[in-house]
Nanobody
């Protein structure tokens, strides 16, 4: 129904920046929310940041002031700008979207972000 494809992960040093991108395609009715989750080694998947159709954003406390989520509604795309990366940000980052028409959640395949010196 809806496919999400992420890009932009990689290996960086502490203090560096990265920008993740995610584009939705397929049989899209109306995507009302998009965002990013991550799964750190040995941890459960957690919400990192999300943005709704009113551009209201929400962040996990550990990334506030460092990460910025944005959205291109016309292109059904979401971005995550990450600055001042820390080793604890190392995780697989998953793009998320909720389609109101399908009343379903959709997930990308994940992109690895590794922060290491």
């Amino acid at each position: 129904q809806v496919q999400l494809v992420e890009s932009g992960g990689g290996l960086v040093q502490p203090g560096a920046s990265l920008r993740l991108s995610c584009a939705a395609s397929g049989s899209i009715f109306e995507i009302t929310a998009m965002g990013w989750y991550r799964q750190r080694p040995g941890k459960q998947r957690e919400l990192v940041a999300r943005i709704n159709s009113h551009s209201t954003t929400d962040y996990v406390d550990s990334v506030k002031g460092r990460f910025t989520v944005s959205r291109d509604s016309g292109e059904n795309a979401v971005y995550l700008r990450m600055v001042s990366l820390k080793t604890e940000d190392t995780a697989v980052y998953y793009c998320y979207a909720y389609d109101q028409g399908w009343r379903s959640d959709y997930w990308g395949q994940g992109t690895q972000v590794t922060v290491s010196s």
